[in-house]
């Protein structure tokens, strides 16, 4: 039965091919993939799935807290991802947003300082 892993804090710089050659070595890789942000970039973690949990369970046990290009690795079982409680936006807070915008200039100002007031009270 397959079974997945969660890899984290890996170098930004490994490649899937690089995570893919690590988990070799205990048995088929059948899944092995960094995850990235939306512009390429590595976020430092990843997912690995063997073909077969005992060959799994031997890699977490040999690769969880080992170094791997200057980094201690975490290797664990994966868990599914929790779900997360839906952002209510109100148009406040940091983000900016939301609100009335209105043209012109004086008014245009007058709010931009009031949001500034309400931000630093």
Same mark, same amino acid.
């Given at each position: 039965?397959? =079974?997945?892993? /969660?890899?984290?804090?890996?170098? /930004?710089?490994?490649? %899937?091919?690089?995570?893919? %050659?690590?988990?070799?070595?205990?048995?088929? $890789?059948?899944?092995?993939?960094?995850?990235?942000?939306?512009?390429?970039?590595?976020?430092?973690?990843?997912?690995? %799935?063997?073909? !077969?949990?005992?060959?799994?369970?031997?890699?977490?046990?040999?690769?969880?807290?080992? !170094?791997?290009? %200057?980094?201690?690795?975490? $290797?664990?079982?994966?868990?599914?991802?929790?779900?997360?409680?839906?952002?209510?936006?109100?148009?406040?807070? /940091?983000?900016?947003?939301?609100?009335?915008?209105?043209?012109?200039?004086?008014?245009?100002?007058? /709010? =931009?300082?009031?949001?500034?007031?309400?931000?630093?009270?």
């Amino acid at each position: 039965m397959k =079974k997945r892993m /969660y890899v984290g804090n890996l170098s /930004y710089s490994v490649t %899937e091919k690089e995570l893919n %050659e690590l988990f070799v070595e205990f048995g088929e $890789v059948t899944y092995a993939k960094v995850i990235s942000s939306p512009d390429g970039r590595s976020k430092g973690f990843g997912f690995v %799935e063997m073909a !077969e949990e005992d060959q799994a369970k031997a890699a977490m046990e040999k690769l969880n807290q080992s !170094e791997f290009m %200057e980094r201690t690795l975490v $290797v664990n079982e994966a868990r599914e991802m929790e779900k997360r409680p839906q952002r209510q936006d109100n148009g406040g807070g /940091y983000g900016g947003g939301g609100g009335q915008r209105r043209s012109g200039g004086g008014d245009d100002l007058n /709010y =931009k300082l009031r949001q500034l007031r309400r931000k630093f009270k």
